[in-house]
Structure formats: structure tokens, C-alpha cells
């Protein structure tokens, strides 16, 4: 079974850019979750999605990242414009259908954002 | 306020040598709890969790970790270490409130002394 996969590994942009992130879950997981870690701090949730609905979107730093999931699959998480502090590694993770009890969360290889 | 703390920024032991590193949440309830690791260029992996039953979990690669409901802890220990162990471990809970989001302490970066 293939595990999260995340695209691409390393992004390096210009302040005032745009990137999209790019994340596929394990086949037939409902649950997608983004995280990312900032330097030197800890990981941070961002939102969770269930199939294509966003459950939580409490840790969305700011209206400059938008996060989709169109048809349920896979996942894009955008930032635009970029700025210095978005710098840091982006994890995404999936999970079974939480009613079933299954919380555990498998976690993709990360994207590592570099803003200069 | 609701966090997990790792206490320890950075250890350094000597291969075969025994580890524990720490971990304490602060939680009305007891949470789910997990270790995670991620050794260089890696993503993260599940080390071991615990939902509920016995409090002394085994998790994968011989380590294991024992929760402590009146300590509100889940520290994380192995017998014998070895150089690839070497690697950044993280403790994290899952609130019962809140079963979608994980809450992740700062990790804990193990070095392995030859």
C-alpha cells in the first residue's frame, strides 16, 4: 500500500510568489490533514479536511493560504503571495474514517518551503 | 493551557546505552497519545500509541512507553540504543475533544555517541 505522498519535496521561492503544495493521501483514507513546522518550533496543525469538506480550519495562519480538495483525493494547499515567515516544512497526513475509531494519522515525507 | 511539553531540546547517548525521554501533557481528560520520529530526510513515523487498556506500550523498533495517568506523562523508553535510532522524536496527543487535530510537543533531538 502506498503511503502519503507529498509534492514537491523542496520549493524555493521569491517573497511575494506563489507555490502550491501538492498532497496525496492513502488510497480510500477520508481524512486529510495539513501541519507544517517552522523553524526551531513545533508542529502545527492547519485544517483537516473529510472528503472534500473542510472539518477544521482553525490553524490557518492567515487568508493567504487556501487549501482545496476537490473530489476528495488529493489535496493543494496554496500560499499567495509567500512571505518570509511561511518558511518551514509542510506535512500532510491521512487517516480512516474517524467514526470507526481509527485516529491514527500517517504522515506524508513533508515539503520543505524555503521563502527568501 | 492545553499543550505537550518534551522538556528535553537535545540528548546525546552512547550506542547501547539506555534512553528515556520525557513527555507531559496538560489535559482535563486523558487524551490519545503518540510518539512519532523522524530521522534525517524522512518524514514522520508512528512509534507507538495509546488509546486506552494497558499503560505499558510496545511500539515498533524496541522502544516502548508507559502513561502515567497521575503524572499526566507518556515518556518513551528503550533498553539499548543504536546508531540509527539517532533522530528527532516527537510526543503528541489527540484531545478527546477534538479527535481531527494533533497536538505535538517540540521534539527531541537524540544523538548516538559511537
Known amino acids: 500500500e502506498a503511503g502519503v505522498t507529498q509534492f514537491p519535496s523542496h520549493s524555493v521561492i521569491e517573497k511575494g510568489q506563489t507555490v502550491t503544495l501538492r498532497c496525496d493521501p492513502i488510497s480510500g483514507h477520508d481524512n486529510l490533514y495539513w501541519y507544517r513546522r517552522v523553524m526551531g518550533k513545533e508542529i502545527k496543525f492547519l485544517l483537516h479536511f473529510v472528503k472534500e469538506s473542510k472539518q477544521d480550519e482553525s490553524g490557518m495562519p492567515n487568508n493567504r493560504f487556501l487549501a482545496e480538495r476537490t473530489g476528495g483525493t488529493y489535496s493543494t494547499l496554496k500560499v499567495q503571495p509567500a512571505e518570509l515567515e511561511d518558511s518551514g516544512v509542510y506535512f500532510c497526513?491521512?487517516?480512516?474514517?474517524?467514526?470507526?475509531?481509527?485516529?491514527?494519522?500517517?504522515f506524508g515525507p513533508g515539503t520543505r518551503l524555503t521563502v527568501t | 493551557a492545553q499543550s505537550v511539553t518534551q522538556p528535553d531540546i537535545h540528548i546525546t547517548v552512547s550506542e547501547g546505552a539506555s534512553l528515556e525521554l520525557r513527555c507531559n501533557y496538560s489535559y482535563g481528560a486523558t487524551p490519545y497519545l503518540f510518539w512519532y520520529v523522524q530521522s534525517p530526510g524522512q518524514g514522520l513515523q508512528l512509534l507507538l500509541k495509546y488509546f486506552s487498556g494497558d499503560t505499558l506500550v510496545q511500539g515498533i523498533k524496541g522502544f516502548e512507553a508507559e502513561f502515567k495517568r497521575s503524572q499526566s506523562s507518556f515518556n518513551l523508553r528503550k533498553p539499548s540504543v543504536h546508531w540509527s535510532d539517532a533522530a528527532e522524536y516527537f510526543c503528541a496527543v489527540c484531545p478527546y475533544s477534538s479527535a481531527s487535530k494533533i497536538i505535538f510537543g517540540s521534539g527531541t533531538r537524540l544523538s548516538i555517541r559511537p
Open positions: 497526513a491521512s487517516s480512516q474514517d474517524l467514526a470507526s475509531g481509527a485516529y491514527e494519522q500517517y
